[in-house]
């Protein structure tokens, strides 16, 4: 079945299935299967997605960057105007990276991926611990 969403779904689905502690054990081995077909056809549009993205973080973080997370790890101990400071600049990197690669995350694209039924879906959902925005993503790309 052919969808159509934007890379920044799949950029999200690919990070939670990729993560080490995702598991697929609850799974029958033809649901496993299928989820394997489907994680391999989310990772060909990922990867090079999410090598535009690393590409922009490493190119437009500042020289002091290090510095301004350090900060931010002490934030409690700040006095307000440094809280001030270092949320505006880490604002400022943020938001100057998500338009550098708003072209490449917003854009649709279509992806052929057989869905996943409830019961197989929810075996998989029931097999980890995610979040309800991480099932949400999933069940977007997953399921019809």
């Known amino acids: 079945m052919k969808k159509e969403?934007?890379?920044q779904t799949i950029l999200d689905a690919y990070h939670v299935l990729n993560a080490k502690t995702t598991k697929?054990?609850?799974?029958?081995?033809?649901?496993?299967?299928?989820?394997?077909?489907?994680?391999?056809t989310i990772k060909n549009v990922a990867l090079p997605a999410q090598e535009a993205?690393?590409?922009?973080?490493?190119?437009?973080t500042p020289e002091n960057f290090e510095e301004i997370q350090e900060k931010a790890a002490r934030f409690t101990s700040l006095t307000d105007a440094e809280k001030i400071e270092v949320n505006?600049?880490?604002?400022?990197?943020?938001?100057?990276?998500?338009?550098?690669?708003?072209?490449?995350?917003?854009?649709?694209?279509?992806i052929d991926i057989s869905p996943l039924s409830e019961e197989s879906f929810g075996r998989f959902v029931e097999a980890n611990d995610f979040s309800v925005g991480q099932i949400l993503v999933l069940q977007e790309l997953l399921c019809k």
Do not use: P, W, Y
């Open 88 to 110: 505006n600049q880490l604002i400022r990197v943020q938001n100057k990276i998500e338009r550098c690669t708003a072209a490449e995350t917003k854009k649709t694209v279509k």
């Open 53 to 60: 993205v690393t590409t922009a973080n490493e190119k437009l």
């Open 24 to 40: 697929a054990g609850k799974m029958k081995d033809g649901e496993f299967s299928q989820l394997m077909k489907a994680i391999k």
């Open 5 to 7: 969403v934007t890379v």
